[in-house]
């Protein structure tokens, strides 16, 4: 199968590519960043420039493409996003309307989309499911839900196979790309290259987080289930939701004597409170037999020394993370 990926240069797309040419498709990779080393994409990926905003750009690599599936990852994340609101909307919002014009245009057969916890807002109980009332706070959450509604939409007025998971914060040995969850992966990332971290939230903040391998294994299955089985176009997905002390003290079991604090920044951990414990991911284990496969301590047992690794191989892919 032909697969298009766009913002495939972000933390989910080069995993996600790795895992599609292990299962034989012909992946091809687009974002606006310049093609990644030859130590972290197979140099016999395709890769596409390509700026989600440009309607013509969009409609021009779909055509000569013509892929079966697309993934649409293209994305500015919620702390990012609210440094320039207006610039998330475009990439967000008309960067995904480009997408599923692209989709309706060209044929393409099925659109996969990442959705997100940031969908949900303040008021809600602990542990979500999908149908409840969506008030985001961030721009970055309130494209994804206008995204989720703009899909269904092209499913039910042009048949368009139009599928998504609301991801947890995602956790991997890759450089974050402006989440609000980035907190935890910095607690493994600043335990192994400094041995310390303050982290910018409270120790009892709580969110809905996932290890990357389970986030690719869902973003691979979804599009596999039989359409019939499908009572909706979007699942949440969830995996394991520990408070920021217990991340901590499962790092600290890793890297024994590593200093994690905390000081909370105010406008990212009112984000945080905005978002749900945990998701409810029952529709998605019932329609396409979803499980998580990874909690908080195997992550943490696997993760520390692809992190490790990874310092090691390329100390300047981590050195600048902003925090
Ligand atoms: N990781 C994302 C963020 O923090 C949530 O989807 O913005």
Known sequence: MRVLVTGAGGQVGLDLIAELCAGGHEAHGSDVVARPGAGVLDPAVPWHGLDVTDPERVDGLVGEIRPDRIYHLAAILSARGEINPQRTYLVNQQGTWN????????????????????????????????????????????????????GEYYHHRYGLDFRGVRFPGLISASLPGGGTSDYALFMYVDGVRHGAYQAFC?????????????????????????????????????????????IADSVARAIPGVRIGFEPDPRRQAILDSWPDALDDAAARA?????CRFDLDAMTDDLVPRVRELLERDPDQLGNAPH
Request: glycine content about 6%; charged content about 20%.
């Open 99 to 150: 997408v599923l014009e692209a989709c309706r245009t060209h044929g393409v057969e099925q659109l996969i989309f990442t959705s997100t916890i940031a969908a949900y807002g303040p008021g809600l109980p602990p542990t979500v499911p999908e149908d409840v009332p969506l008030h985001p706070t961030t721009m970055y959450g309130v494209t994804k839900v206008a995204g989720e509604l703009l």
């Open 202 to 246: 409270r120790a009892d903040t709580r969110i809905p987080l996932m290890y990357m391998p389970d986030g690719i294994r869902a973003l691979v299955e979804l599009p596999e289930a039989p359409r019939s089985r499908l009572r909706r176009c979007i699942y949440n997905v969830a995996a394991f939701s520990p408070s920021a002390q217990q």
């Open 287 to 291: 329609d396409w037999g979803w499980q």
